[in-house]
């Protein structure tokens, strides 16, 4: 990996050598060989490609696909072709795109070039659309001071990357991992026997902890027992705003559960200081990007 594109990783708040892991994971999944491409290209062939939107969205990811394209000329196999891949990117991650745009263009040897082809795409596609969903719900709320915030709902291998691509949609994140912050949840408290119990054994100096209410009286209790964040677990409308009105500022408040795009509106209008939404990651369709051809030469 060369030290502009580590930089650049680093800056997006990723870890390089954990990204250069995922990468080298996917082109291996592809083998050691591609027998369309290489009888019909040969080693000699060079060409130039640009990754396109085919849908308006939100880009994310384009760091990433960058690493695809210059580790894939680095592996033995493609070593004595010579020549690495050059990699231009023609816009931001976070930036809005239209159909017709132009993401990022690759020139260099052919066969390598269509070997990153997919995995560059896969990475792309599917982060492009987590930023999409996200940038859907923060502009639903945006009238409002509530954010968006992703959950712990993520793909294996890859939670570092999707809650990358929230941030570039204009979400926050919520907890990296179980270690971050502590999140007292429903099974927590049946087996502590109260909200109180679990919310005594779990506080330390430092540590945030988050206490999940399901009803009123409960987030009566976490506020009795000095509770400064709570999240409200499918609760309607009505039962959000008795919270907020309950809670005058003396807790943050995150909404869960049953959320819609469609009611993140109202919902956000309660007051609350987030709306927590797991199919930001779990749920997000991959925004529509190709790779075209458009160069080719011996």
């Known amino acids: 990996?060369?030290?502009?594109?580590?930089?650049?990783?680093r800056a997006a708040g990723l870890d390089p050598q954990a990204v250069d892991g995922l990468v080298r994971t996917a082109l291996a999944e592809d083998g050691g060989k591609d027998v369309t491409?290489?009888?019909?290209?040969?080693?000699?062939?060079?060409?130039?490609?640009?990754?396109?939107?085919?849908?308006?969205?939100?880009?994310?990811?384009?760091?990433?696909?960058?690493?695809?394209?210059?580790?894939v000329t680095a592996v033995d196999y493609f070593l004595e072709i010579?020549?690495?891949?050059?990699?231009?990117?023609?816009?931001e991650d976070g930036s809005r795109v239209a159909p017709g745009d132009v993401l990022l263009t690759v020139e260099g040897p052919l066969v390598p070039l269509l070997r990153g082809e997919r995995t560059a795409l896969n990475f792309l596609t599917h982060l492009s659309g987590v930023a999409t969903l996200t940038r859907q719900w923060a502009d639903a709320i945006a009238h409002t001071d509530a954010r968006v915030?992703?959950?712990?709902?993520?793909?294996?291998?890859l939670r570092a990357l999707q809650k990358?691509?929230?941030?570039?949609?204009?979400?926050?994140?919520?907890?990296?991992?179980l270690s971050d912050?502590?999140?007292?949840?429903?099974?927590?408290?049946?087996?502590?026997?109260?909200?109180?119990?679990?919310?005594?054994?779990?506080?330390?100096?430092?540590?945030?902890?988050?206490?999940?209410?399901?009803?009123?009286d409960q987030v009566r209790e976490a506020l009795a027992a000095g509770a400064r964040s709570i999240l409200l677990d499918n609760m309607s409308v009505?039962?959000?705003?008795?919270?907020v009105r309950l809670t005058a500022g003396r807790a943050e408040l995150e909404a869960s559960g049953g959320l819609t795009l469609d009611g993140a509106r109202a919902v956000a209008e309660t007051g609350v200081d987030y709306l927590a939404v797991g199919a930001l990651t779990h749920s997000a369709r991959?925004?529509?990007?190709?790779?075209?051809l458009t160069t080719a030469g011996t």
């Open 238 to 243: 009505a039962e959000t705003t008795e919270a």
């Open 164 to 177: 990358y691509a929230v941030r570039c949609g204009g979400g926050v994140n919520h907890r990296m991992s």
């Open 37 to 71: 491409s290489e009888p019909i290209f040969g080693y000699t062939a060079t060409g130039r490609a640009d990754m396109v939107a085919r849908q308006p969205g939100v880009v994310a990811g384009l760091p990433v696909a960058e690493l695809v394209f210059t580790s």
């Open 181 to 216: 912050a502590a999140l007292i949840k429903d099974n927590h408290v049946a087996a502590a026997g109260s909200v109180t119990a679990a919310f005594t054994a779990v506080s330390a100096p430092g540590l945030h902890v988050q206490v999940e209410c399901d009803t009123l």
């Open 286 to 292: 991959a925004l529509d990007i190709g790779l075209d």
């Open 149 to 157: 915030r992703d959950t712990r709902k993520t793909l294996p291998g």
């Open 1 to 9: 990996m060369n030290a502009e594109l580590e930089t650049k990783l």
């Open 82 to 91: 010579g020549g690495d891949l050059k990699v231009v990117t023609r816009v």
